[in-house]
């Protein structure tokens, strides 16, 4: 007596259930991630929300600055304390807060507050989308 069990592969459930790169669910979240968001992330120019690339549940924000506001810390040079950074040389987080203006909703971890606002929400669309 023998038993075996198959398993999808989880590319092949990922694309059954429309959550692949390309699928029409995964498309809708990451619609509504950047949508929610906006009202959150911080406004001066609309630089940062105009770089915005999100694909395949990972929002990324094109602006060299946008470490900074998402954290809401000053970043300065490792080696010189300065604001300005060396060519090649990365930033490092400091205790000292932003000051964000605008809307009260704005300001640092702009994608831990929407999503504590409206995980719910996101899930349920999603969920319609894909027919449960």
Do not use: C
């Amino acid at each position: 007596m023998s038993n075996s069990v198959s398993f999808q592969s989880l590319d092949e459930l990922k694309k059954k259930h429309g959550l692949g790169g390309d699928g029409r669910v995964q498309r809708y979240i990451d619609q509504e991630v950047v949508r929610l968001m906006a009202p959150f992330t911080p406004l001066d120019t609309g630089a940062l929300q105009k770089g915005i690339n999100a694909k395949n549940g990972e929002v990324v924000y094109s602006a060299p600055y946008a470490k900074m506001l998402y954290y809401g810390k000053v970043m300065v040079s490792p080696s010189t304390g300065s604001p300005w950074a060396r060519r090649g040389e990365e930033k490092v987080l400091t205790q000292r807060s932003l000051q964000f203006n605008g809307a009260p909703m704005r300001g640092a971890y702009w994608f831990l507050r929407m999503k504590a606002q409206f995980a719910e929400e996101i899930l349920k669309g999603a969920g319609k989308i894909h027919g449960n």
